[in-house]
């Protein structure tokens, strides 16, 4: 996308990508600790540990459940391949347009799994099922935008296995340059703060309340995104 000389770049409107990921990192730490600890260990966000999670439940090992994992799982999927048809075809290549629609869509569907979490506090396997199937989807399709957005050292905001190998193997202890430390290590520290903060949460407060802070703060970044990193 170009733009006229003299003319300001639409896509430096709002705040940069780089602290926005971040702060989703802290986001899908709440998440998956909405789910394990409300939801019946299962994850939502990190389908590494989801798919650990479903052998166990495979195996027969008490207190997992292959239905909550399997439907993570689907979901996560779906909303995968939702992101990724959006991140082909909306905003004709402006980063700030797909960022900001993702994430919107996002506060949407969290918002809406606050919502069945709190008019279905007695009917717990609905709300079990229904909240998994949300906050799933939204994971899942934010993480393929996010992909194509390709901001340096936070590819991914759901999961940190290659965020630690490359903050480890690029380190000059490593024998690497150490490129992206900084970021690396804020998306570790957000993501350890997301679940501190949402395990808090559902100890003192249920659900909604945590899962409607999620959709409040990916709803406030989808107004403020820019395309820059």
Known sequence: MTTEPGAKDPEARGARLTP???????????????????????????????????GFAAAGTPGFSAGHSATSLALFL???????????RVGDGSRRTRARI??????????????????TAEHGRVRIY????????????????????????LTTTT????????LASESSVGGGPGGHTVRRTAAVIAM??????????????????????????????ALLASGRE
């Open 20 to 54: 926005v990921l971040l702060i989703l990192t802290a986001v899908s730490g709440l998440i998956d600790a909405i789910s394990y600890l409300g939801l019946g260990r299962v994850f939502t966000a990190n389908m590494t540990g989801n798919v650990v999670v479903l």
């Open 78 to 88: 779906a909303g995968a391949a939702t992101g990724g048809r959006v991140a082909r």
């Open 102 to 119: 993702t994430f919107a869509v996002e506060a949407a569907l969290l918002a809406g799994a606050s919502a069945v979490a709190f008019v």
């Open 130 to 153: 229904a909240v998994i199937a949300l906050t799933a989807y939204a994971m899942g399709l934010r993480n393929a935008v996010v992909q194509k957005l390709a901001v340096p050292g």
């Open 159 to 166: 999961v940190l296995t290659m965020t630690l190998t490359g």
């Open 192 to 221: 350890f703060a997301g679940a501190v903060l949402g395990a808090a949460l559902v100890l003192r407060h249920d659900l909604a309340l945590p899962l409607l802070l999620a959709a409040a703060t990916s709803g406030v970044l």
